[in-house]
């Protein structure tokens, strides 16, 4: 049976009233510019799309400035662990809907002007490995935890009976073994948001998964700057317009500082 959640996201992705439609249409046409091959979509939210590519990685089509900041400044740098490993970042050229398509007249013309707003919106494509996402299980058991999880001042042990508790009774379901393999990475995990001034609110269950060695990662993160008064900064994009050295099968030059 399809859930009634499947049906409602199904429509409103196949609708030409959504950008999500529209950045879909566009994927496999922006995928070559990166030398890559379309596979499939993988899934969309409010700030854009991700799509696999045939290379086995992600391309992440999106106007979300706070994602392309951090992964524009983490691409200059060694691998991390527990951050997704970020290959390349490039603003988007052209629009993003095409009001010459001939799907462009399905919607109607009341909406038309909005939708072509899209266009004037600044939009990016990030290049970084596929993660394995949590499952809805693992979503509701991290929503319970996630903030002591990712807060130095709380011990493994007490996290660790707080994640007990939580999964005690509850309808969220977990392999064996899945608490300890979330414990035993916990110290790693603060240590790499600390080293990279990452932002814990991002690190919710829609953002966090697996990768393919078993490691807890965070992607779509955020990176936070401080103006020295204790507030966050939103940070910019760097080096976008340096000349980009991307191969489809990985860094081809991981010490190059062009990469």
Do not use: C
């Not at 391309?59 to 951050?83: C, F, G």
């Not at 269950?205 to 507030?231: E, I, T």
């Amino acid at each position: 049976m399809i859930k009634l959640k499947t049906l409602l996201e199904q429509t409103y992705y196949t609708s030409p009233t959504s950008k999500q439609y529209w950045i879909e249409k566009r994927a496999p046409i922006l995928t070559q510019q990166f030398g890559e091959q379309f596979d499939r979509v993988l899934g969309g939210g409010s700030n854009g799309v991700a799509v696999l590519l045939k290379s086995g990685k992600v391309m992440k089509i999106t106007n979300d400035k706070w994602e392309v900041a951090a992964a524009s400044r983490y691409r200059t740098k060694q691998n991390v662990p527990h951050l997704v490993s970020v290959y390349d970042v490039r603003p988007i050229e052209g629009d993003i809907v095409q009001s010459t398509d001939s799907e462009f007249q399905k919607v109607p013309d009341d909406f038309k002007s909005f939708y072509l707003n899209f266009n004037t919106l600044d939009w990016y494509a990030i290049i970084m490995d596929y993660i394995t996402p949590f499952d809805d299980n693992e979503k509701g058991i991290w929503f319970k935890i996630a903030t002591d999880y990712l807060n130095s001042r709380f011990s493994d042990e007490l996290t660790r009976d707080e994640l007990e508790d939580g999964m005690e009774g509850s309808r969220f379901k977990v392999p064996e073994g899945w608490a300890n393999r979330i414990i035993s990475q916990r110290q790693s995990v603060l240590s790499a948001f600390k080293r990279n001034n990452i932002m814990s609110q991002e690190a919710h269950g829609d953002n966090m998964g697996w990768n393919k060695h078993g490691q807890l990662v965070h992607y779509d993160f955020w990176m936070s700057d401080w103006d020295g008064m204790g507030a966050p900064m939103k940070s910019k994009p760097r080096r976008l317009n340096k000349a980009v050295k991307y191969d489809a099968s990985g860094i081809d030059t991981p010490n190059n500082p062009d990469m």
